[in-house]
């Protein structure tokens, strides 16, 4: 083979292998290139699939009913809006790829990979900015949806509560499964609010679900006392209202200042209502208005007690009223014949004024007391008030007796101190007359001055009352005072005499029963002389003593029996 031959053939073998690495080149540069284009086709799909459009639909529904989060959610969209067009500003580039890649442009392929890596990652994070705003919201569908959950199971345990306590609840057991069913409405109505992405209406439903529910745990727990309230005392409390009304009217007492029918009709009306409140389970305000039917009820039932008591301490003080009457009118008649007989003699001049006070006081006293019986009789006024104005009327009277029967007991005080004054002087006349006769009878032989001085100041006293005694007016205040110095003189005076006569006698009855035994006992007749020696001369009192002594030396420890025996 010659040279040119080999030349040609090793022509054709480089331009072979010039082809051939060419070719190897180029499939390498697009099999690079379509790798970097399947690249940013993940990283493009990525972007695009991700759901904003369905999670702004329910952004936008969530914050329907919030002016300050819709305008958040207005600028998000915006975002989303300018996302949009770069997604599709990136997949006309990626087209453009293609074609450069497919007409082997690949170095103008290879600078427009760059441009849409770029824009890409700018697009990446924007829809990573968008949806991490729009995932707040799925949070917060999410809590809806688990808040939801809990409500349906705290419901279904409320409800088998309910069923189990069938028979406690009573009355309410229908009411409150009606409230269950509204519940359950309240449920779908949500569901419906969840499903239609209007989840500010869904969560004002869980919230009124939750409410209710509450309401019904609770209504659980005050039904029995509600019932007892409701069906029991309040009931018997009304009753016995009424029982009281119809004794009070049938006893004729008046009660229309009372509106008591009236009240009675409205507690009835009241009372029926809360039943059918407390059958509908309608709790809402009925412990207050149960506090108010009571305290309605009690001070009825405590006013019909007042008027009672009233009625009859009414009665009881008009008895003790006429009791007054009677009494005034009795003092002032004694007063009055006190005064027309003993004015002068007791100084009563100032009873003029007063006795013909009283007389007007009496007249219209008993004005009074008819006007107040006919209100009685005719049963025009309320007990009360008829007691408050026999009250006062009874006051009035009562002072007045108190005030008359304080000038009676001036009058007969008056009249009292003369006749004791009266009985006085004569018991001492009697005192001062047995005075002297038994100072004759028993003949002393001495007799002390002072006592004719003492006999003659005991009469002067009872001249000095003479005197007082038929003054006018009677000074009783001097009067007392001369009859209590005469008693205290008198009645000493007395004592003395006394005590000097009976010495004298004991004396006498000693010398004389002691005379037996002179002769045998020479000292006895000494001391006994000795004893008749002071008893001549007036010393009583010396001889008393000796001849006590002569008789205990005679008789030891025996002379007062032996002296009694003599006498």
């Known amino acids: 083979m010659d040279t040119k031959v080999k030349l040609i053939i090793f022509a054709v073998l480089c331009a072979a292998l010039v082809i051939i690495v060419t070719i190897l080149i180029n499939n390498i540069r697009k099999t690079s290139l379509k790798k970097d284009i399947d690249d940013l086709y993940v990283r493009f799909n990525v972007i695009k699939t991700n759901p904003l459009a369905f999670k702004l ?11 300050e989060t819709s305008e958040v959610v207005r600028e998000y969209y915006e975002k989303y809006l300018e ?49 991490v705003f729009l995932q707040s919201f799925s949070v917060k569908e999410n809590k809806q949806r688990e808040y939801s959950a809990r409500l ?33 409405e309240l449920f779908s109505q949500s569901e419906e609010y969840i499903y239609a992405n209007d989840y500010s209406s ?19 727990l005050v039904i029995p006392s509600l019932i007892e309230e409701i069906k029991g005392f309040l009931p018997s409390l009304l009753d016995e209202a009424q029982r009281q009304h119809a004794l009070i009217r049938q006893r004729g007492l008046y009660l229309e200042h009372l509106d008591a029918e009236n009240k009675l009709k409205e507690y009835d009306s009241e009372l029926n209502l809360m039943s059918k409140l407390l059958a509908d389970a309608q709790l809402a305000g009925l412990n207050e208005r149960i506090a108010g039917l009571k305290e309605g009820l009690k001070s009825l039932l405590a006013a019909f007690e007042k008027e009672s008591q009233d009625y009859v301490d009414m009665k009881t003080l008009i008895q003790e009223l006429v009791k007054n009457l009677t009494e005034l009118k009795n003092l002032y008649n004694y007063i009055q014949i006190s005064y027309a007989k003993e004015s002068q003699r007791f100084d009563l001049a100032d009873l003029n004024d007063v006795l013909l006070e009283q007389e007007t006081k ?4 008993q004005d009074r007391y008819i006007s107040l019986n006919k209100d009685i009789v005719d049963n025009l006024r ?13 006051d009035d009277t009562d002072t007045d007796c108190k005030a008359l029967m304080e000038y009676k007991k001036k009058i007969d005080k008056n009249t ?7 009985r006085q002087l004569d018991k001492y006349q009697l005192i001062l007359n047995e005075v002297e006769v038994k100072v004759k009878q028993h003949h002393l032989p001495t007799i002390s001055e002072s006592y004719y001085d003492d006999l003659k100041k005991g009469w002067d006293y009872v001249s000095d009352i003479r005197v007082l005694l038929k003054e006018i007016p009677l000074n009783v205040d001097k009067l007392n005072q001369v009859i209590g110095d005469a008693r205290e003189f008198i009645y000493s005076f007395y004592n003395n005499v006394n005590n000097i006569v009976g010495m004298n006698i004991m004396i006498e009855n ?8 002179r002769s045998t006992y020479p000292s006895i007749d000494q001391e006994l002389s000795k004893a008749e020696f002071y008893y001549l001369n007036g010393e009583y009192t010396k001889a008393m003593k000796i001849s006590i002594n002569c008789m205990e030396t005679l008789f030891p420890h025996a002379e007062d029996k032996i002296l009694e025996n003599n006498q």
């Open 83 to 131: 996302a949009q067009k770069h997604i599709d500003q990136i997949a006309s580039l990626l087209d453009t790829i293609e074609d450069s890649v497919a007409s082997r442009k690949f170095r103008q392929a290879k600078e427009a990979i760059t441009i849409v890596s770029e824009n890409i990652e700018d697009s990446e994070k924007e829809v990573c900015d968008i949806d």
């Open 152 to 184: 349906k199971e705290s419901y279904r345990e409320v409800r088998l509560s309910v069923n189990d306590n069938a028979q406690t609840l009573s009355i309410t057991y229908d009411g409150l499964i009606k409230k269950l069913e509204a519940v359950e």
């Open 416 to 422: 009292s101190d003369e006749e004791r004054a009266k």
């Open 202 to 220: 869904a969560q004002e439903a869980l919230e009124d679900i939750e409410k209710r529910i509450n309401e019904i745990k609770e209504s659980q």
């Open 382 to 394: 309320p007990a009360s008030i008829i007691l408050t104005d026999v009250k006062v009327l009874f």
């Open 362 to 365: 009496n007249a219209i006293y």
């Open 57 to 67: 639909n329910k952004a936008q529904a969530m914050a329907r009913r919030s002016d």
């Open 510 to 517: 000693a010398i004389v029963f002691g005379n037996k035994y």
